[in-house]
């Protein structure tokens, strides 16, 4: 068959290229996770799926939350969220991803200007592709080409709502977006300033809340609940009038079936456990400066050190997933990141610190990577 024989040709070029993906399982001290705060497996999560039980809440949802899979596990979440992260409304969906595709499909309209960073999340990017609104991209993090692009579009007869788009924390580069610049620039503009707080929710803010809690400008921020929060899903956060515009037009949410009122019900727990008690953010918070300063003292190179999340480039491909390999057979999990994941020629390394490992466990996986790269020079 002519489409098994052309995925086949794809497969083998990218085994030539060094971008093979496959499935692997996990090797050794969790570096690779984003369980930030070390809950996926955590007594608090195990305790509170036992009350879940207990008290009957179901495993499954059934259907999608406008037909009968909506469950008072999903509203009093949603409450509560919104309550946490200090917003008028909450909408919980199965993931990030798809809450992303969600947004950036739905609210912005056809003459306005989604102005995005370079480097945001493949499942924003997802969003515009199938949405009606103008894209125009800036330079990461680089606000004064924001404002460039967005002149740009307003000399050349754009008048609609814009709409900033960022990540707070970015994934590959661990770096922070300049939020409170950016929220000028909105504030100034008449902008709506779209956040993905993906990977600072539970890290960063108080009590865990994320680094776009307090601005100035109007803010819809997504808190995925599958990497600092340990469970599964994501909440939708921002004016009522944007959620109940979601829960009518968004189709990623209205033909889904809805996430399951369990992971809803242990999603509660850690977000009453945040709010009641900031040591865990406090750790992760600790951790992260043990890795900075790690880092430093062994020399190993590294472009960004601003959260828990550490790239170190090494540019070539099958360097990068060579040295992969062999931390992971030294008991470390650091997993290599290609193209396209990344730009070409960035390939990386890409430890993430977790709630699973030790002071020792850092320290010991610097010392390890400077004699790797010793050995290299």
Known sequence: ??????????????????????????????????????????????????????????????????????????????????????????????????????????????????????????????????GRAETRSFAHNDVADARRVLADWQVTGGSGQVWIAVESVYSMEGDIAPLTALSDLAVEHGAILVVDEAHATGVFGPNGKGLAHGLTADVLTLHTCGKGLGVAGGLICGPRVMIDALINRARPFIFATAPSPFNAALVRAVLDQLQADTSLTNAATARLHLVHAEARRTGVPQDVLNSQIVPVILGDEARTMQMAASLQAQGFDVRGIRPPTVPRGTSRLRISVTGNVTNADISALFETLAQHQSEAA
Request: glycine fraction near 10%; hydrophobic fraction near 40%.
């Open 1 to 130: 068959m002519k489409a098994l024989s052309r995925l086949h040709s794809m497969l083998e070029t990218l085994d030539a290229r060094h971008r093979r993906r496959a499935l692997a399982p996990r090797r050794g001290l969790d570096f690779a996770s984003n369980d930030y705060l070390g809950l996926a497996d955590s007594p608090l999560l195990h305790r509170a799926a036992q009350k879940a039980l207990e008290r009957g809440v179901p495993l499954g949802s059934g259907g999608s939350r406008l037909l009968r899979g909506n469950h008072p596990e999903h509203e009093a979440l949603e409450e509560e969220a919104a309550a946490f992260f200090g917003t008028e409304a909450a909408l919980f969906m199965g993931g990030g991803f798809q809450a992303n595709q969600a947004i950036f499909s739905t609210l912005p309209a056809a003459g306005d200007l989604i102005l995005y960073d370079d480097l945001v999340h493949a499942s924003a990017h997802e969003g515009m592709r199938t």
